[in-house]
């Protein structure tokens, strides 16, 4: 074949591959804006594309007076009652008091505090069906579920500090996630005023979506286009844990006050099940009483167009906990 002739075959299938993205771009497009979910192959990964840049409706969200307080030290918290979460994969209801998401009745006996952002805090599914709620049933000890959507490790810390439950645990686990890196390198009152800034106008901004205008078309379109690579790439990229590690223990290292005299188990809950490589396991090198585990989650343990994890995920990272914390227990 002369390459005139592979130009002209490649430019034709240029041609019809836009074409077909135009036709899955306004078709997903409607259908995601009227919470209908269809999962044919380069529809469902549009459509993930296009919930994940907010081209969705959302009926209920996060930053509501209801579900969030200001906080001098942690720009918000979870406000104390129900929180009613509307969306189109899920609609669930966080209960919350000064301890915590609720996890069920509390059993008698020294307890696990968990700590992480929205993936521990149970973004997505009932109260009942987080990890820290099935760990307490399956430990049949206290479970205290402090994750709150956002937070990094600071502030992870700092509301476990300002929650009263410290002396009633003796082991804490963190739930780490890609996002927490920023915070983890700068958390001083500059960047407390500029993450302020960020989540009081996401606060102040109008729920639906910006539906008109050429670029917001074409900037559908386009993620149309790359979605389908971006989620092949997405399920084979391994980030380099390293620099993610240098952060992280470092605000360890500066809240180890809070830390001393308790086993913390840390497990990372990326978007969409995203792997890490270079991940430690084990016993942490620096601070004895760190243990790195790996609950060895994946893409089909998250919802299929929200990032965190499912109720299946949620199972998933609780047996894991409870078998490592089981076979830290067995260790002299």
Request: glycine residues 8%.
């Amino acid at each position: 074949m002369n390459k005139p002739r592979i130009l002209g075959w490649t430019l034709l299938l240029l041609i019809l591959y836009c074409t077909l993205g135009a036709v899955v771009y306004f078709a997903s497009l409607l259908l995601l804006q009227n919470a209908i979910l269809f999962e044919a192959p380069w529809f469902a990964t549009a459509q993930k594309s296009l919930y994940r840049a907010g081209m969705s409706k959302q009926a209920n969200g996060w930053l509501r007076p209801e579900c969030i307080t200001y906080d001098p030290d942690l720009i918000y918290k979870p406000s104390n009652g129900s929180c009613t979460m509307d969306d189109i994969e899920f609609r669930v209801t966080l209960n919350f008091t000064d301890e915590g998401r609720n996890t069920g009745i509390k059993p008698r006996g020294t307890g696990i505090a968990v700590i992480g952002d929205s993936h521990a805090m149970g973004w997505g599914v009932n109260d009942e069906e987080t990890f820290s709620a099935r760990l307490q049933k399956l430990s049949g000890r206290p479970v205290y579920n402090l994750g709150v959507a956002s937070y990094g490790t600071a502030r992870e810390l700092i509301r476990l500090e300002k929650s009263g439950v410290l002396g009633k645990v003796d082991t804490i686990v963190i739930q780490y996630c890609n996002n927490d890196y920023n915070e983890n390198i700068k958390f001083d009152s500059t960047s407390q005023k500029q993450l302020y800034d960020r989540i009081i106008g996401q606060f102040e901004a109008k729920d639906s979506p910006r539906t008109g205008g050429l670029s917001y078309i074409m900037h559908g379109y386009w993620l149309t286009l790359k979605a389908p690579f971006k989620s092949l790439a997405d399920r084979l990229r391994r980030k380099n844990f390293k620099r993610h590690y240098d952060a992280f223990i470092a605000v360890v290292g500066k809240y180890q006050h809070l830390l001393r005299g308790k086993r913390v188990i840390v497990f990372y809950s990326n978007p969409y099940g995203q792997r890490y490589r270079n991940y430690p396991l084990g016993r942490d090198v620096r601070f004895p009483n760190v243990y790195f585990t790996d609950a060895g989650l994946d893409w089909s343990d998250h919802h299929k167009l929200d990032n965190h994890p499912n109720p299946a995920g949620h199972e998933k990272i609780a047996a894991h906990l409870f078998e490592y914390l089981h076979s830290l227990q067995q260790q002299p």
